[in-house]
Nanobody, 122 residues
């Protein structure tokens, strides 16, 4: 069983930066696909960013502003968010896919964290 714990969310102003962290309790961390999704009130969960051994992928809405990274030695995943906009407001979730399927499909991910709230004021 993989446990994921997110942290780093908060209330910021438009244009600010935040770094989200996700601690993963899994021994074969390096072989898994890792991702960040988000869900705003009244909306479906949407893909934000993901990475695996072959590279990274980003949603168009965050490309150039957000960066996903990992520290394999610490079993950590990060999401650096720059130039934040009010429309980035959501609960952000990290997720792990142990079978390396399509990166952007939420249903492909086996494990999810509890989420961390990011609120961007205008």
């Amino acid at each position: 069983q993989v446990q994921l714990v997110e942290s780093g969310g908060g209330l910021v102003q438009a244009g600010d930066s935040l770094r989200l962290s996700c601690a993963a309790s899994v021994h074969t961390f390096t072989r898994y696909a890792l991702a960040w999704f988000r869900q705003a009130p009244g909306k479906e969960r949407e893909f934000v960013a993901a990475m695996r051994w072959s590279g990274s992928k980003y949603a168009d809405s965050v490309k150039g502003r957000f960066t996903i990274s990992r520290d394999n030695a610490k079993n950590m995943v990060y999401l650096q968010m720059n130039s934040l906009k009010p429309e980035d407001t959501a609960v952000y979730y990290c997720a792990v896919d142990s079978r390396n399927r399509d990166l952007t499909t939420a249903s492909n991910y086996d494990y999810w964290g509890q989420g961390t709230q990011v609120t961007v004021s205008s």
